[in-house]
């Protein structure tokens, strides 16, 4: 059975740091890797993405500011995120993406909360 499992979110005051991790199981091999958010109200957004051979892109929000890394060995992504602002406040999901046909898989969510 496919499960994502994420972990690192929390409390951090603006301007500090915080490291997220999403371990993908049962899955021998995977396209993109993503990290999503959701704020309370909003729709979820895309926040940053990689690709199997390391390609990355962000948001412009978090340009700068984030980077997204993955593992392969591991099957983990991860999510550096530095300077972080109270609009980063908000749940983040992980999401997968699996061959041939691009299945997605999406983590539980995490909570990421910055005070100002």
């Known amino acids: 059975q496919v499960q994502l499992v994420e972990s690192g979110g929390g409390l951090v005051q603006a301007g500090g740091s915080l490291r997220l991790s999403c371990a993908a199981r049962?899955?021998?091999?995977?396209?993109?890797m993503a990290w999503y958010r959701q704020a309370p109200g909003k729709q979820r957004k895309l926040v940053a993405t990689?690709?199997?051979?390391?390609?990355?892109n962000y948001d412009d929000s978090v340009k700068g500011r984030f980077t997204i890394s993955r593992d392969n060995a591991k099957n983990t992504v991860y999510l550096q995120m530095n300077s972080l602002k109270s609009e980063d406040t908000a749940v983040y999901y992980c999401n997968v993406r699996v061959p041939p046909i691009n299945t997605a898989y999406w983590g539980q969510g995490t909570q990421v909360t910055v005070s100002s």
């Open positions: 990689i690709s199997s051979g390391g390609a990355t």
């Open positions: 049962s899955i021998f091999s995977i396209n993109d």
